[in-house]
């Protein structure tokens, strides 16, 4: 947590937070701002080409850094592709900004160890993503069969390379709803078991069976991405009055019981938990297609979703933890030195249901009240 002072006003009163006539008190009264170092996001899509210049403004607009995932077409495999990447995506910055794209090397069955540590060591990447073959979007490429790697998980343990995971089974006889709780048992316990010092981050966890799992482990080991829509949605969403290609990602949305999970366990603060919001565009006739591709762009509204979801759960205090300092922190860097406002206007906020480009943009099933009110640099 940051020391006292710095989130500087929720609209309560310290003396507020105890006894019965507290709570009603807290009840009644609305939070109306709060002040935290900027966020970063720590798992985003950010494509390439002309998608790239359309959608690096949303996210350069709310978080100081991200975490870039590599699954282009062709993936990011080696450092040199990394850095030519990464200098596309300043190049398509709006002017003046100072968004830093953090990379990400992309794992096959032939990853190059010496390449990825080689590049990790100047810098280019921050991290490696293992996609199982076939799970999710662009991840043909992606690992057969991860007991191949151990070379490659040895090197990373080593130089404390984190690895980044795609955590789900695509074995045809598990379920969709239960790929991720089974890559838990099958494949994640066990690379742990056989890679102890290796840290890992499970990327946006859907399910209380991941919450759990990483409650368990050590944070400096083990830590995890939560969505805004895994957040602020369950699978009904995707079944409302007809089909809801706008609200199909992998890992799938799943039962209300599980959102809980991941609510309960992003609004405690705790540090294995941080925000990524896994915004992934894709062309709308993409989405809305007979074989619809898996995404939710939500870059536009993910900080006011994120927001929301917290001050329903009553939870503001422990948004900066969440949002601004335990991804930082698990990824060994400062936290950004910015620190900006976001006020909550009594009236919901009006936001556009697409981009300029014409990609969705992702809504809660809920009204968003809050957006930035100033920077203090
Ligand atoms: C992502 C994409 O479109 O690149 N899709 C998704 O549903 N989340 C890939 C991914 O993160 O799984
Ligand atoms: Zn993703």
């Not at 010496?114 to 996609?131: P, W």
């Not at 922190?329 to 936290?335: E, V």
């Not at 936001?351 to 809920?366: D, H, K, L, N, R």
Request: charged share 20%; proline share 7%.
């Amino acid at each position: 947590m940051l020391p006292a002072g710095v989130i500087a006003d929720h609209g309560r009163h310290p003396g507020f937070r105890t006894g019965p006539a507290a709570c009603y008190i807290l009840a009644a009264m609305k939070s109306s701002q709060i002040t935290i170092p900027q966020p970063d996001d720590w798992h985003v899509h950010l494509r390439d080409d002309a998608m790239l210049s359309t959608v690096v403004p949303d996210t350069a607009r709310h978080f100081a850094r991200a975490i870039v995932m590599p699954n282009l077409k062709p993936a990011i495999t080696h450092s040199a592709a990394a850095a030519e990447y990464r200098a596309r995506i300043l190049a398509a910055l709006p002017r003046g900004s100072t968004f830093e794209p953090l990379m990400v090397c992309y794992l096959t069955d032939h990853t190059d160890a010496t390449d990825l540590s080689a590049g990790a060591a100047q810098g280019i990447f921050t991290a490696a993503k293992l996609y199982p073959a076939g799970a999710t979007t662009n991840s043909a490429a992606g690992v057969t069969d991860v007991t191949k790697l151990d070379n490659v998980f040895e090197a990373m343990s080593v130089s404390q390379v984190p690895l980044l995971v795609h955590g789900e089974v695509v074995d045809d006889d598990i379920d969709v709803f239960d790929r991720e709780a089974v890559f838990i048992e099958r494949i994640l316990a066990p690379l742990r078991a056989r890679h102890p010092q290796l840290r890992i981050v499970l990327e946006h966890i859907t399910t209380a069976e991941a919450v759990a799992y990483v409650a368990a482990a050590d944070p400096d080991l083990l830590a995890a991405t939560i969505t805004p829509h895994h957040l602020s949605v369950n699978r009904n969403a995707m079944f409302q009055g007809g089909l809801r290609p706008h609200m199909y990602c992998l890992p799938i949305v799943k039962r209300e019981r599980h959102r809980r999970a991941l609510e309960s366990a992003a609004c405690s603060g705790d540090s294995h938990y941080f925000l990524g919001t896994d915004s992934a565009p894709h062309p709308r006739a993409d989405k809305e297609s007979a074989c619809g591709c898996a995404g939710i762009y939500n870059s536009p509204t993910a900080l006011a979703t994120y927001l929301e979801v917290f001050e329903r759960a009553n939870a503001l205090d422990n948004f900066s933890a969440f949002a601004a300092e335990n991804g930082a922190r698990f990824y060994r860097l400062p936290l950004n030195e910015t620190l900006v406002t976001y006020t909550r206007s009594q009236t919901p906020l009006e936001t556009a249901p697409v981009s300029e480009s014409g990609v969705v943009i992702f809504q809660p099933p809920f009204a968003l009240h809050w957006q930035e009110l100033k920077r203090d640099v």
